[in-house]
């Protein structure tokens, strides 16, 4: 049994690695534009399971949001109004493919 394993997936996780114990853990966590956190009802953002969010933070991660109350996210997402500016022809915009 790994205490922090079970600290950041809960109890009624199970498994012996770290991806076990993602993939039988029933929390989510909720990523903002810059932070990640344990979701909450009032939370707003993208939810993710434990395993997901796993795969996309690490563990290290995962166990400074239940520490803190969040995580700051090293590389903030691109937010929605980001991405339509983008879509419109901003800068960072991908070239369109031509149909054949």
Request: with cysteine; hydrophobic share 35%.
């Amino acid at each position: 049994m790994n205490p922090k394993l079970e600290y950041i997936f809960g109890q009624e996780s199970r498994g012996d690695s770290a991806r076990e114990r993602a993939v039988t853990s029933g929390r989510t966590f909720v990523r903002g534009q810059d932070h990640l956190s344990l979701d909450r009802t009032e939370a707003k953002g993208r939810r993710l399971t434990a395993a997901e969010a796993l795969d996309a933070y690490g563990l290290d991660l995962l166990e400074e949001a239940l520490d803190y109350g969040s995580a700051i996210l090293r590389a903030p997402t691109r937010g929605a109004p980001t991405c339509r500016w983008a879509r419109r022809g901003g800068p960072c915009a991908r070239p369109r493919l031509e149909r054949v």
